[in-house]
């Protein structure tokens, strides 16, 4: 579990209690990430703890309610040491739903492919800005530095993702396309000689029903 690592990992600096932990995360990883919910931390903790990777301690205060610290442990130590050093392989594969918008625009045809893709280029060039001025931002904190980086070249792959797409899926949209234009038009309800209604329609003096009247 990455989170419980890394809360490992901040133990490992020194004993913190959650709140103090939750702002240590967010400084530390920075806004890429995003905030760190305090009630999963708090479930985070009280996991290490029931594992024995963590102790918990009251801390008196004079001026305000009494507060938990938490300390790592040997085997905690042990624990973050073999998870920090070994190698990350992904598991959950590539799933960006633009993969699946890709497929529901090629099955629309040209038209609506090229539209995808340009608003999904504008898209991207809109986040590499915003991933400049945070770099600029943050150019002093080493780790939010590295993530922003991080961040900045998967945008530049997912630019180039779209070139391919593009030369990939517009063969099969243009065939999707000429496929749709071959397929004959439904008829009509009044060219089966019936209104929107189900009631009469007139050919020329002479008026048909839908229906007999008679047995």
């Known amino acids: 579990m990455p989170l419980q690592h890394a809360v490992l990992a901040l133990l490992k600096q020194r004993p913190s209690h959650g709140y103090e932990l939750k702002a240590q995360f967010e400084e530390t990883i920075g806004p890429q990430w995003g ?17 024995g990777y963590v102790t918990r301690s009251q801390v008196t205060q ?3 309610p009494d ?14 040491r073999a998870w920090a050093t070994t190698a990350w392989v992904r598991t959950g594969g ?9 497929l529901g625009a090629a099955a629309l045809g040209t038209e609506a492919l ?16 915003g991933l400049a001025r945070q770099r600029r931002a943050h150019a002093a904190e080493p780790l939010v530095a590295l993530l922003i980086d991080a961040a900045v070249a998967h945008t530049k792959a997912d630019l180039g993702l779209l070139d391919s797409a593009e030369r990939h899926l517009s063969p099969l ?10 397929q ?22 002479r008026e048909t029903r839908p229906w007999s009247d008679s047995a």
């Open 35 to 51: 905030g760190l919910n305090i009630g999963h931390l708090y479930q985070i903790l009280e996991r290490l703890v029931r594992d």
């Open 62 to 64: 004079s001026d305000r």
């Open 67 to 80: 507060k938990n610290l938490y300390t790592l442990t040997p085997a905690g130590d042990a624990e973050m």
């Open 94 to 102: 590539f799933r960006d739903e633009i993969f699946l918008k890709l």
């Open 114 to 129: 090229a539209a995808l893709i340009d608003t999904q280029r504008q898209t991207y060039l809109s986040e590499l800005a």
């Open 173 to 182: 949209a243009a065939a999707q396309g000429v496929h749709d234009a071959q």
């Open 184 to 205: 004959p038009q439904q008829p009509s309800a009044t060219e089966h000689g019936q209104d929107d209604h189900g009631g009469a329609v007139r050919h020329g003096d």
